[in-house]
Structure formats: C-alpha cells, structure tokens
C-alpha cells in the first residue's frame, strides 16, 4: 500500500508541476503583452516621427499624430484571452443558460395565453423595417465618403506641391470639404431617416454609419495634411500622398485613427469570423428576449399613467435588470465580436478595441478603457488638439470639450433614431458624468470603489432603460399632430395618461 501511496504522490506532483508551468507561461505571456500595450513598440518606416526638419516647418500647425501618437501593435482582444479559462469561460455558459431560459419561458407564456406555439418574432421585424433603403442609403454613404474626401485631399496635395502655396485654393478645397461633413454626411442621411420614418434598429444602423464615417473622413484629412505642409518643397511630396488602396482600407479598418500601414497578420480564420458572426446574432436575439419579457410588459401598463415619483422609482430600479443585460449584450455584440470579425477578415493583428474596464475603480479609468475605438478619437482628435491651440493651458476646458462632444453626440443619435428628444443621456453624460470623473478619479484604489462604479452604472442603466421606454410609449399612446416647438422639447411622459391603445402597439 505504501508503493501504491508513493506512486500516487509522485503523479500528483508531476500534475500541480505542469499546471504551475503553464499558469507561470500564460502570466508571462499576458505580462508581456500588457507591456507591449503600454510601452511604444518598435515600427516600420512609415511610422517614424518626421525629421527635425520637417517639424520646424510645422510650428504653427498640429502635427500629424504618425510616429508619436497612437501606436499599433499585434495584441489580441482581452475576452478571447480570458475564455481560455476555465473560470471565466464558464461565466459565458451561464449567460447561454438565461438565454435559453429566456426563450423557453416566452414560448411557454405564449403557449398558455394563444394555446399554441408562437414563433413570430413581430419586434425584430418591426425595428429592422425598410431595410433595402437602409442599404441603399449606406451604400450612398460610403461611396461618397470613399471619393469626395479623397479626391479634394488629392487635388490639395497636388496643388500645393507643384505651384506656389495659394491660401484661397486651400480655403476653398477646405470649405468644400467641411461642406461635405455638414451637408453630404451630416444632413442628408438624416433627412433620409427622419423622411422615410426608419424604425429604432434601421435608423442606428444609418445614424452609427455616419458618426463612423464623418469620424474617418476626419482623421484622413487631419493625419496627412500636416505631412503634405512639412514635406511640401521636397521631391518626395508623391510618396506622402496616400494611395486610394490605404484609404480604402481605413474605411474598413476597425480603427478611428488613420495609418498609412497597420499591423497585420498573416491569415485568415474564417472559423472565427463565422463564431464571431454567429455571435452577434445570438446577442440580437438575446436582447429581443429581454425585451419581450423584461421591458414591454412593465411599460405598456407604466405609460398610461400620471409622472408619479413613486412609480418613477419603481420603474427605475426594475429597469436595472435590462439595462444591464442591454449593456453587456451591447458590449459583447459591437465591441468585441463585430469589431473582432471584421480585423479577422481584413487580417487586423491590434485587437485592443477595449481594456477592462470592469475593473475600474474610477468612472475616469472607465471612460478610457469601455470603447478604445472612440476614446482614440477624442483624445488624439479634440483633447490633445484643443491643449495645442490652447498651449496646453486649459487642460480643464479640454476635458470639458470632450465630455460635451461626446454627449451631444449620443444624444443626436438616441434623439433621430427614438423620435423624440429627451435628454437623458445628455444630462448623465454632462452632470453626473463630469463629477463622476473628477470625484471617481485615478487615485481612487481599493476593491469599495469598483463596488460604488458597478452600483453608480447599473442606476444610470436603469434609469436610461425606464425614461426612454416610458417616453417611446407616451409618444404612441398620447400623440399630438401639429405639436409646436416647446411641445417637441417637453416630454412626452409628464403629462400623458389616457388610458387608449398606442398607435403603434411594439
């Protein structure tokens, strides 16, 4: 028994030795990644900051943000790391066993209120309605953005190389091109939308574009104009100049910040494309079943009553159950597998298109690490710009632009694709997302302030849940033909409380 003993042992020990090996290797591996995630890595050619030179000539302009701004590496996305565990990948299976709850409970329910099986999905087909116009629309879209920003860049660039530097010509190519971001992509395919009366999911597939695209066009222009002015009297002008292929490529790029080269990878697993994709349509359908059992219910009834504060706080704190699946859902569908299936196809190697941000202890930290993609943007873009102009001397009033841009933004999109206003996320952004920033800071450690985010975000998804689903059907069930324009403004679910049938019953 004692050599039976023995042998036991030793294979108990050679086990716990090769799992210490491999959790030593994957902390080594992850440590090094994270360093090269912090750390400016080594880059091509293409990527070297322009000589002293060339940056004497540009002290009264931005520099092009190439070679010193945000650098590219190849890393992959945090969530397909952390599913090789064990432990977090079995978080995942719980959230595919409520999905499954969730559609058996809706066909149970269905079944004892219609006697039968109901398998019509009448939301998903309502919210994504009049979907061939959504893709004519986008396909106008793209190919505009793919041939007017390009073509006047080009036209600039040519001209300022081979003549004399005219200020009226760049004035007018820079007015067209603003012109185009106003009227081409910032009014048309909202008059679209708004005309054609787009459902919520086909007007943010629109809206999103084109925040997506007036965002890319911008970075282009902003990226190579300041090389084009450091490098204007050198031969070598045509090599500055991007070639249609690298901007065609940018548009499709999951990145908001313009590169000559990005790093890529030497294939293509088309088998995670298809995951990826497979995901994001069970996150839409998962998000249908929240819906279905979780939000028309409650607010069907809610929304034909009088604005009671008891009721408000009810609403509130029931809402916070949806929102946050809605969040996570979001979060994982966009995020993570949409984005990661596109740089898959296009061979993509810098998946960072967030860091963790559920483990901020700040709502400063948070802000930077939920959505890399945009943050990018408004950091290279508005803060690091505005603190040029400003000779790094209102860093404050930056701060306070970005958080203004952003807010305005969100509230443009929820505003077309709603139809209505009501600013919400406006004044959560702009009021409590502000303090937030600065009391929730960087220097705020210890596990009790990832507990006060966590509660801060799951009131403020419940909060955006109840008021906009009570607004969406006060819309409907109290409707006004001519409202004036401080009717348009006042909302809706102060003062409805007709007890009729919604003219659109969703």
Not at 20 to 32: N, R, Y
Not at 188 to 198: H, K, Q
Not at 233 to 242: G, Y
Not at 265 to 291: D, E, M
């Amino acid at each position: 028994s004692g050599s039976i003993l023995d042998s036991h042992l030793i294979h108990l020990k050679s086990g716990l030795m090769k799992q210490f090996d491999c959790q030593v290797l994957e902390f080594m591996d992850s440590l090094i990644e994270e360093s090269a995630s912090l750390e400016p890595a080594p880059v091509p050619a293409v990527f070297s900051p322009l000589s002293d030179k060339e940056q004497s000539k540009l002290r009264y302009w931005p520099r092009s943000t190439q070679g010193h701004g945000k650098q590219f590496v190849v890393r992959r996305s945090l969530l397909d790391e952390l599913f090789e565990v064990n432990h977090i990948r079995t978080i995942y299976h719980m959230f595919i066993a409520l999905l499954i709850l969730f559609i058996i409970s809706t066909l149970v329910v269905d079944f004892i209120d219609e006697g039968r099986l109901v398998l019509d999905f009448d939301l998903l087909v309502y919210v994504f309605g009049q979907f061939p116009l959504v893709v004519i629309t986008w396909i106008c879209m793209f190919l505009s953005v793919l041939v007017v920003p390009y073509s006047l860049f080009h036209s600039w660039a040519s001209h300022y190389h081979e003549s004399s530097p005219s200020s009226a010509h760049s004035l007018l190519l820079g007015s067209l091109f603003l012109l185009y971001q106003g009227l081409g992509l910032g009014f048309l395919p909202t008059f679209v939308v708004v005309r054609n009366g787009f459902p919520p999911a086909s007007c943010f597939i629109i809206i999103l574009e084109q925040v997506r695209l007036m965002m890319k066009a911008y970075s282009f222009i902003r990226e190579n104009v300041p090389k084009v002015l450091a490098l204007a009297k050198d031969k070598s002008i045509s090599t500055v100049i991007p070639q249609l292929s690298n901007y065609i490529y940018f548009l499709f790029a999951p990145t908001l910040i313009y590169r000559d080269k990005y790093p890529r990878n030497p294939i293509i697993r088309w088998s995670y494309v298809a995951t990826k994709f497979l995901q994001v349509l069970g996150c839409l359908f998962y998000a249908y079943y929240v819906f279905v059992r979780l939000c028309i219910p409650q607010f069907r009834s809610i929304s034909r009553q009088l604005f009671d504060p008891r009721a408000m706080v009810l609403c509130v704190f029931n809402s916070i159950l949806p929102g946050v699946l809605v969040l996570f859902l979001a979060f994982f569908a966009f995020l993570h597998c949409w984005l990661n299936a596109f740089a898959e196809m296009l061979r993509f190697a810098d998946r960072m298109f967030y860091k963790d941000w559920w483990n901020s202890t700040s709502f400063a930290n948070y802000y930077r690490t939920w959505n890399v993609v945009v943050h990018d943007w408004l950091y290279y873009y508005v803060y690091c710009d505005f603190l040029w102009m400003s000779r790094k001397r209102f860093r404050a009033g930056g701060m306070f632009l970005v958080f203004t841009v952003s807010a305005v933004v969100h509230e443009y999109i929820l505003a077309i694709c709603f139809g209505f206003f009501y600013p919400v996320l406006f004044c959560l952004f702009m009021c409590f997302g502000m303090v937030f920033n600065f009391v929730l800071h960087d220097r705020r450690k210890g596990p009790i302030w990832n507990v006060i985010m966590w509660t801060a975000l799951f009131l403020g998804q419940g909060v955006i849940i109840c008021l906009y689903s009570q607004e969406w059907y006060a819309q409907r069930y109290c409707p006004v033909e001519e409202p004036s324009f401080l009717q348009l403004l006042k909302p809706r679910s102060w003062s409805c409380h007709l007890h009729t049938k919604p003219a659109v019953d969703s």
